[in-house]
């Protein structure tokens, strides 16, 4: 065992050495049987000795039966077994806590002992760099292991049980609690919170994963901070919302592997609330933030054409909930979710709405313009595909791609007068989006000539590849 060789090393003096040497004899015949059999059972010798003793004890001493479920451990002082355990890794140690629930209870009250807490809690969440590894360490990685420990050593007890101990645990970090840190954002601590929940739920089903929730949303108040966000005016209670926004994202949403427990954990954080609160909420958590302090920048798709990388979380989250993972959402949900999103907290410009379509995929973009043309909105309509040209044109995507959703929206129309109707509509559209742009070259201030500008020579550009597209696609066909 490599732990051995360290505890050698480190421990100089004298008396230490004549500790060492016995313990050093003690775990050579310690781990022989268990290097042999691997499957950790207790000496029969002792267990031998102990059977005969009851003859004299009748009543079984439950102490000496669960001593004799330490193994060669019960030789040593309670101390002595919490140095041996200062130099064992923590996966090590959760490794240890499988062999017996005597060894288990040992080890739960080595953890919230103040060697084992000063060891196992480490704190140094805002030391840059140190998400990344240093010496081989992690403390991401750390947080990780100590789940698996956690998880191991309350393995019997019923999950709310878990839970509340192993709060008590970790109640004294304060930065893993919403409102604890002073720097949020520079601030490892809810990641590692974070890391250390999804190792201690991993395999857990739903009803245990509801529970574990709800412990949270007690511990934290979350529902409550959320209802101030989404009913307050957007942006007025600015350190709340990043509070918020980086809790829900580093604890409860960013660590999962599979696709269903991320869908289900933005489920448990969306469902409770109204369709405009989801979408405000999902502002919130998604939306674009401002680099230097983090808050929301709830601007950003009403002024200006913004950029794919403001709305690249909106998009995956999205996704995810259009996924057939996502047990508790209709496609009908989404698509009134993604429409709700639009206008919040006002209007968005139509390219940045058609913007997140597009970054949505082709189901999310079909399924919504399918239900403007059921609904009969064609006008709008016509101005979405006017936008996913311009779209097209502006961030490189392939023109045909437009066209044929087009094609593909066209099909959805019962009769050929509404199909015509409906192109004649996209024309309508391209026409007066044109003129429109072009009469805000004309009528600009001159800070804003370039841009509107540049603008109209996307549209341009954008209308002819576009018919472009429809040319090749006709005339090929006819020839
Ligand atoms: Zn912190």
């Known amino acids: 065992m490599s732990w051995m060789k360290t505890t050698k090393k480190k421990l100089s003096p004298p008396k ?17 049987p268990l290097k042999a059999s691997y499957t950790l059972i207790p000496n029969q010798r002792y267990r031998r000795s102990y059977r005969r003793s009851s003859k004299f004890n009748k009543t079984l001493d439950a102490d000496s039966l669960s001593l004799s479920t330490l ?3 019960r030789m040593l002082p309670l101390e002595l077994f919490h140095m041996v355990l200062e130099y064992l890794p923590v996966k090590d140690i959760s490794m240890l806590s499988m062999v017996s629930k005597t060894i288990s209870n040992r080890l739960i009250n080595y953890i919230s002992s103040r060697t084992g807490n000063r060891r196992l809690l480490l704190r140094d969440f805002h030391t840059p760099g140190l998400l990344g590894y240093r010496n081989g360490f992690s403390i991401l990685e750390h947080y990780r292991s100590l789940g698996l420990l956690l998880k191991r050593c309350t393995l019997l007890l019923p999950t709310k049980e878990r839970l509340k ?3 008590n645990v970790l109640s004294e970090i304060s930065c893993f609690k919403l409102n604890g840190c002073l720097d949020p954002l520079h601030c490892s ?6 890391v250390f929940l999804q190792m201690l739920t991993a395999g857990w089903d739903e009803l245990e994963c509801h529970r574990v929730y709800n412990f949270l949303c007690d511990l934290t108040s979350l529902p409550r901070r959320v209802q101030t966000v989404v009913s307050s005016k ?10 918020i926004r980086i809790f829900c994202r580093s604890v409860l949403l960013n660590h999962w592997i599979h696709r269903s427990d991320s869908a289900f954990w933005l489920t448990r954080l969306l469902k409770p609330w109204p369709m405009v609160n989801q979408a405000r909420l999902l502002y919130i958590i998604f939306g674009p933030a401002s680099t230097l302090d983090g808050h929301v920048v709830w601007q950003k798709m009403i002024d200006n054409p913004t950029d794919e990388t403001s709305l ?5 989250a999205i996704k995810l909930l259009y996924d057939s993972e996502a047990k508790e959402w209709t496609a009908d949900d989404v698509i009134s979710l993604v429409d709700e999103l639009s206008v919040v907290p006002r209007e968005w410009l139509l390219e940045n709405s058609v913007r997140l379509l597009i970054l949505c995929g082709n189901n999310i973009c079909f399924t919504f313009m399918a239900s403007k043309a059921v609904n009969g909105r064609v006008v709008e309509l016509a101005r979405i595909i006017v936008f996913l040209a311009l779209v097209c044109e502006k961030d490189l995507y392939c023109m045909d791609w437009a066209v044929k959703m087009m094609q593909k929206v066209c099909k959805v129309f019962g009769t050929t007068g509404e199909r015509n109707n409906f192109l004649q509509s996209v024309e309508n559209a391209f026409a007066h989006i044109i003129m429109e742009a ?9 800070d804003e000539e370039d841009r509107n500008f540049v603008n109209l020579f996307h549209l341009v550009n954008a209308q002819a590849n576009f018919h472009k597209e429809i040319l090749y696609l006709t005339m090929s066909n006819r020839m």
């Open 312 to 316: 690249k979380g909106l998009a995956d």
């Open 16 to 32: 230490a050495n004549l500790f060492m040497d016995k313990f050093m004899e003690q775990g050579k015949r310690m781990t022989s």
């Open 438 to 446: 072009l009469q805000s070259v004309i009528s600009g201030e001159h």
């Open 234 to 243: 957007p942006g007025s209670a600015r350190k709340l919302e990043l509070r």
């Open 71 to 73: 193994g060669n451990f």
């Open 165 to 167: 101990y192993i709060h």
């Open 189 to 194: 601590g809810l990641q590692c919170y974070g």
